[in-house]
């Protein structure tokens, strides 16, 4: 019987140090997770943070845009600075593709900042570009979206373009639907 005794005794004391070594691994296992949860939620916030700073800066950097153009939008002699168009253009017409620019800014800006999806940018530029000086201004600054190759400017340069050509091509008077709104990819 003392045999049987020592042998369960040690079976039991096997048993307890191999518990005891899950139990162990068990709280490790858990111990990591928890650090490694923590770690994933540190980084959503840098990156929520991050992306909060980029519009912060965006909205900042439209601000200096508009307050720039309303200057030269102002002051002639200003003006002439931002005449950098292909064709000479009267105090006037300048005048005018500054406010143009400006409008067109601040649409981009909407976008690039999140208040509008790329669906809602296209609608509005679509309203905005029945106006004959804004497509003028469109055409006049076809030179300087040219050097914006391969940016998200660029792309949707390119996508107000299709939808002029697509409203100059249309048979219809009902302009607001000519063309489809893109989606977001």
Known sequence: MGTKSVGLRRFQSVTAAGLGMVAGVIAAVTAQ??????INRRLERLEEQAGNQQRANLAMQQRQHWELLSKAIDDPELAEVLDYFEEPVSAQKRRQYLFANA???????YYRIGNIPLDEFFMHARG???????????????????????TEEAKLGEMIDDLLSQLDEADTDEWWVVGTPPTET
């Open 128 to 150: 905005m570009f029945q106006n004959p000086h804004m497509r003028d201004y469109w055409e006049a600054t076809r030179p300087q979206r040219a050097s914006l190759r391969g």
């Open 103 to 109: 409008q067109y800014t601040n649409l981009l800006c």
């Open 33 to 38: 997770r928890n650090a490694s949860d923590a």
